[in-house]
């Protein structure tokens, strides 16, 4: 059973990608990371709503617009603060698996 993220996981996924390549549409973004297109579009609106993300139009070709997503500097800060906050909750897990083989190898 696969285990669900939360949104501030999900949210932090899509700041790092587009943060990587601002250049990313909403469906390759869903297949980088594994959610529906209408997961992502739904958190990015979300991004942009809470002045995470900007968006802006350019020309990709003579026939298609696109759009290039931007961290705002709110969403700087919000990326660093999610990104401290996952990295204390692995580290939790790790330590709370640690002790759990730290056990079982002392039986």
């Given at each position: 059973?696969?285990?669900?993220?939360?949104?501030?996981?999900?949210?932090?996924?899509?700041?790092?990608?587009?943060?990587?390549?601002?250049?990313?549409?909403?469906?390759?973004?869903?297949?980088?990371?594994?959610?529906?297109?209408?997961?992502?579009?739904?958190?990015i609106q979300a991004l942009i709503n809470k002045g995470f993300?900007?968006?802006?139009?350019?020309?990709?070709?003579?026939?298609?617009?696109?759009?290039?997503?931007?961290?705002?500097?709110?969403?700087?800060?919000?990326?660093?603060?999610?990104?401290?906050?996952?990295?204390?909750?692995?580290?939790?897990?790790?330590?709370?698996?640690?002790?759990?083989?730290?056990?079982?190898?002392?039986?």
């Open positions: 059973m696969k285990k669900r993220k939360n949104y501030s996981e999900e949210e932090l996924e899509i700041l790092r990608k587009i943060e990587e390549n601002p250049n990313l549409t909403q469906r390759q973004i869903a297949e980088h990371l594994g959610l529906s297109l209408g997961k992502i579009n739904y958190l993300l900007m968006i802006g139009n350019f020309k990709r070709s003579d026939s298609k617009l696109g759009y290039l997503y931007l961290l705002t500097p709110e969403g700087v800060e919000t990326k660093k603060k999610l990104t401290i906050q996952f990295l204390k909750r692995k580290s939790e897990e790790f330590d709370k698996l640690k002790k759990e083989m730290e056990h079982i190898n002392n039986l």
